[in-house]
């Protein structure tokens, strides 16, 4: 149990780093960053998360907020399972997860 927790919190944070990073280097890309090469790489890795946040969402929403939308909800999704990490190792004890 503790591992998959492990793994969800991780594929969790990954997703986050991948959609603040595009949006930094396309702070500092500016409008050639579809030419970037590591936009484009960040991009690709963060369209998991992107593709599941328009599906969910609304078609009212726009897709120029669907990267703001999908980070508001990963990191609700991190609260959660980290909460759960610390209900499950107090349950079983602090010495079991570390």
Same mark, same amino acid.
């Given at each position: ?19 603040? =990073?595009?949006?930094?280097? =396309?702070?500092?890309? =500016? #409008? ?6 590591? *936009? ?7 369209? @998991?998360?992107? *593709? ?14 669907? @990267?703001?939308? #999908?980070?508001? *909800?990963?990191?609700?999704? *991190? ?20």
């Amino acid at each position: 149990m503790l591992l998959a927790i492990v793994i969800a919190k991780s594929l969790i944070e990954l997703s986050l780093l991948f959609i603040v =990073g595009r949006f930094l280097l =396309g702070l500092l890309a =500016g #409008a050639k960053r579809n030419t970037n090469i590591f *936009w484009q790489m960040l991009d690709i890795a963060a369209k @998991p998360a992107l *593709w599941i946040t328009r599906r969910v969402s609304p078609k009212l929403i726009l897709d120029q907020h669907i @990267p703001l939308a #999908a980070a508001s *909800w990963l990191l609700i999704a *991190w609260v959660l399972v980290v909460k759960l990490k610390i209900d499950f190792c107090l349950q079983t004890g602090v010495a079991a997860c570390q």
